[in-house]
């Protein structure tokens, strides 16, 4: 069984900084692609950033420049640092990781249970 874990997440005032983190942990053959999604409070859930393996990265509209992906392949570990943060990024922030747990199994995606960002004055 995988379990993919978000931290990281608190409050912060306008123009402030947070980094997240996600693990995935259990039984990993490989890990591809990683994603961090976030979901405002009655929006729909919406994707951030993606990074494949080869560190090939992915933004969602109007975020590259503010936020950054990164991942450590060795400890299967995604991050987002965000920086410049509005209120409009107030949201519950979601990190999925797409697993193989053996060899010849097909990946399935893994959702983490979120971590909420708060960002006001």
């Known amino acids: 069984q995988v379990q993919v874990v978000e931290s990281g997440g608190g409050s912060v005032q306008p123009g402030g900084s947070l980094t997240l983190s996600c693990a995935a942990s259990?039984?990993?053959?490989?890990?591809?692609?990683m994603a961090w999604y976030r979901q405002a409070p009655g929006k729909q859930r919406v994707l951030v950033a993606s990074i494949t393996a080869g560190g090939r990265t992915n933004y969602g509209d109007s975020l590259e420049g503010r936020f950054t992906i990164s991942r450590n392949n060795a400890k299967n570990t995604v991050y987002l640092q965000m920086n410049s943060l509005k209120p409009e990024d107030t949201a519950v922030y979601y990190c999925n990781a797409n697993v193989k747990e053996g060899w010849g199994v097909d990946p399935a995606v893994v959702w983490g249970q979120g971590t909420q960002v708060t960002v006001s004055s």
């Open positions: 259990g039984s990993i053959f490989s890990v591809g692609t």
